[in-house]
């Protein structure tokens, strides 16, 4: 029999990531674009995972777009949300997974898995930038540093300097004036991935913690974050190692279930 | 098929058209009294010979309302203030403002002083509504009220005239539940929207203008075959679900209201006054048994477990929960429901509306992952 390939865009509001699946199950190309929906980001992300998978479009059966660009992405076939979309990708990646944490460049939200891979319930966070990557890229701006630079600061950590939690505004300007003070900048890391820890969990709390625990998005880079988290939930929490891609490859997957 | 879409459409005309309905009652030289949510006893505005006029808020941004109330509070006192503040409900002779709860507490205040020209009547219900001294104490008030509403009017209410009004408000209430159950059997002809703007439009005209309108709409829905549901069927609760942006979403993904617990639509027009008793403690009796509102005091919550029972009576596949943002009496109520439903097996979406919403991306990703879910 020919082999099935189906493609997965998931389109979200920093970044584009797209995965071409081979027969439901191998990922033989992938893409991430810094640039989300509403820019040249999907575009770019379709032609790069097309190419890094070498195959030619024609050969895509089904062509399935998620996240929050997932309406206005013409090349798709099918579209579903981000939230089934997430489920069904940790699901196929790790059977056993029970609760999934994502938390992205804009948003963070939690899904209880059923055994049977059904998406039981989920809670997406509020309007609100603290407890998602958006916090860590503000914070890294006032630290004059990287984002992907902050779990090095934090490992070095000894201490916490402890940051709000509540709003990204406040939080901005007590690191600003903790600077001022010369706290000390690892702990000051370790405060601020604390505190999107906190508000994640909070999220995590209200929807009830089974385990296993496993963590997707951009934020799960950053094992300061991923500790502070293992520390307010009590858990272990294990990332899935395709991280930001978890998105699309569920949507692939579904793809491909429906071509099938 | 022609009847059903013209009857809806002058229902709807209606219900999107509030400020040019008050100012056709003006031009009749007819007066209006403004109401407030929740359960004013609006029967006695009828019976005087005036028109009662709902103001549930609408969807507007505010800026006036903030000097009285702060941002946290929800939008329907927010947006009813600011509108009357603006001169949106001039012409009103007066406005019955309930103290259901603590939000509405401030309401009365602020009004007296934001909108001078627009006399308050403060309505005020015993906490324990269904005691025998819960129900004098209402008694009490709804005479009190009785006296302003004529003094407003200038004629006396006779005990036939709201005997006749209790009448004109449970004929209208039982079209108005016909309807909702013609509604989700004929899912089809009647969307969503014209679902909610058929039952909005009665806080807008006469009720019994209103009856004569919906229950033509109902007669001629009755003869058209039963409709398949496209997707999945749920049931609404919470304080108002109007929305046409959630309503639309709703539709794109093929739902159902199969019944509903929204104190805005069936919650009000499920209870009956009782004809053949006092007319004004019929008005109290039927407060006593309003119930599935999180607004008037129930200390055996027994709204959850409403809930769960509607659901199965409809055989709704899920529920979908309309928080209105900032609504404390709702945001009690949700954990111990959650709970209810969680053990009846029925799968619940919570979701957060606000009267100024301008972005439903996030409750359109909410909805379309709650229909693969069921
Ligand atoms: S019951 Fe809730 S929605 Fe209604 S006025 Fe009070 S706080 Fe606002």
Redesign the interface.
């Known amino acids: 029999m020919a082999d099935i390939y189906t493609l997965g865009m998931d389109l979200g509001s920093t970044t584009s990531k797209g995965v071409v699946l081979k027969n439901g199950k191998e990922v033989i190309g992938s893409s991430i674009i810094d640039a989300g929906a509403g820019t040249t980001g999907p575009q770019r992300a379709f032609e790069a995972c097309l190419k890094d998978a070498g195959v030619d479009r024609s050969q895509i059966s089904n062509i399935t777009a998620t996240g929050y660009g997932r309406n206005s992405f013409e090349p798709a076939d099918l579209v579903i949300s981000e939230l089934s979309a997430h489920a069904l990708g940790v699901h196929t990646m790790y059977p056993d997974a029970r609760t999934l944490l994502d938390i992205g460049g804009q948003d963070s939200k939690v899904m209880s898995i059923g055994k049977n891979g059904r998406l039981d319930n989920f809670l997406m966070n509020d309007k609100c930038a603290a407890g998602t990557g958006r916090f860590l890229e503000v914070m890294a701006k006032v630290l004059e540093v990287g984002v992907a630079d902050l779990k090095d600061l934090e490992a070095k950590a000894e201490q916490t300097v402890s940051v709000s939690s509540t709003c990204t505004v406040f939080a901005e300007s007590e690191v600003i004036s903790q600077l001022a003070k010369g706290a000390d900048i690892p702990g000051l890391v370790r405060g601020i991935c604390t505190s999107v820890a906190a508000k994640a969990a909070s999220l995590v709390k209200r929807l009830g913690v089974e385990e296993p625990v496993y963590m997707t998005g951009g934020v799960a880079r950053n094992t300061g974050v991923v500790k502070a988290l293992e520390r307010e939930l009590g858990v272990k929490i294990t990332v899935s190692q395709i991280q930001q891609l978890n998105g699309a490859f569920g949507a692939a997957v579904y793809g491909f279930g429906r071509v099938k | 098929m022609s009847d059903v879409r013209k009857n809806m459409d002058a229902l709807r005309a209606i219900a999107e058209s509030p400020r040019k309905q008050l100012d056709r009652v003006l031009a009749e030289g007819k007066k209006a009294v403004g109401v407030i949510p929740y359960f004013a006893p609006e029967e006695l505005v009828y019976a005087a010979g005036m028109v009662p006029f709902g103001m549930w808020g609408a969807e507007t941004q505010v800026s006036e309302s903030k000097r009285y109330f702060p941002a946290f509070y929800c939008s329907i006192i927010h947006t009813a203030l600011d509108l009357g503040i603006k001169g949106e409900y001039d012409g009103l002779s007066a406005v019955m403002i309930p103290l259901t709860c603590d939000t509405l507490k401030g309401m009365g205040a602020n009004w007296r002083y934001g909108v001078k020209n627009i006399p308050v009547i403060d309505v005020a219900y015993a906490q324990n509504r269904t005691i025998p001294a819960g129900e004098e104490f209402t008694e009490g008030q709804f005479k009190k009220i009785r006296g302003q509403v004529e003094e407003i009017a200038g004629v006396k209410i006779t005990d036939m005239a709201l005997a006749k009004a209790n009448k004109v408000y449970n004929e209208n209430r039982k079209e108005c539940l016909r309807f909702t159950e013609l509604a989700a059997s004929h899912p089809q002809t009647v969307s969503l929207t014209d679902r909610a703007m058929v039952l909005k439009a009665r806080y807008f005209v006469e009720r019994d203008a209103h009856t004569a309108l919906i229950k033509e709409l109902n007669d001629a829905l009755e003869v058209l075959p039963e409709e398949k549901a496209k997707g999945s069927r749920i049931v609404t609760t919470g304080i108002i679900a109007d929305s046409p942006e959630l309503l639309g979403i709703l539709q794109d993904n093929g739902f159902t209201i199969a019944a509903d617990q929204i104190t805005h639509e069936s919650v009000d027009f499920r209870s009956l006054a009782d004809e053949t008793i006092d007319p004004v403690m019929a008005l109290v009796k039927r407060l006593s048994g309003i119930k599935g509102t999180s607004v008037l005091f129930d200390p055996a919550k027994s709204r959850n477990t409403e809930l769960a029972e509607i659901a199965k009576a409809a055989k709704a596949d899920g529920v979908l929960w309309v928080l209105t943002k900032f609504c404390d009496p709702e945001e009690f109520d949700y954990v111990p429901a959650k709970k209810i439903l969680d053990e009846a097996g029925i799968?619940m979406l919570q979701i957060?509306i606000d009267q100024q919403m301008v972005n439903y991306?996030?409750i359109r990703?909410?909805i379309?992952?709650f229909k693969?879910?069921l």
């Open positions: 799968p957060e991306e996030q990703t909410a379309e992952t693969d879910m």
